[in-house]
C-alpha cells in the first residue's frame, strides 16, 4: 500500500499488506482491518499510516485473531524504529493555543494538522491491536 486511499477499503486477513512510504487515508473515507490482518511496515521507506482530519480507522481484532503491525524486516532483526507506526490526525479540542496542533513528522502540510472544535470527533476504533517496532521517541 502506498499513497492515499480516499474511498472506504478493507484490508483482509487473506493478505499481508506492506506500507510504502506514507500511506494517508483522506476524504473522510474509513480503512476497515479484518481480525487477524498482518501489515507490516516498510523499513526503507519508513512505512506509515496516517489517518487525516475526519477519515476513521476501524480495526477490531479479537483475543484469538489480533491484527498486528509490524516491521517488515525478518524476526531476528527487528527493533524500535523500523518503521513509521499509526498517526491518527483527530479533529477534537486540543489543549493547545487555538485548539489545533502541528505534527513535525515529515507529513504532507495539509495533512499535518490535528485538533480543531468538533467535540463529536471519532477517529474510529483500535480493539486487540498489537503495533511493535514502531517509531521510537528522539531524545
Known sequence: MSGIISEDK???SRE???LQGTVYVTNNAVLKIEPGTLIRGDYNSC??????KGAKIIAEGNESFP?????????????PGDWGGIIIMGEAPVNTF???????FDLEQ????????NIESNSGILKYVRVEYFWKKIK
Do not use: C
Request: proline share 0%; charged share 15%.
Open 10 to 12: 478493507t484490508l483482509s
Open 16 to 18: 499481508t499488506y506492506l
Open 47 to 52: 512505512g506509515t499510516l496516517v489517518i487525516t
Open 67 to 79: 491484527i498486528v503491525f509490524t516491521s517488515n524486516k525478518d524476526s531476528y532483526s527487528r527493533k
Open 98 to 104: 487555538g485548539g489545533v496542533g502541528i505534527l513535525n
Open 110 to 117: 495539509k495533512y499535518n494538522r490535528y485538533g480543531g472544535n
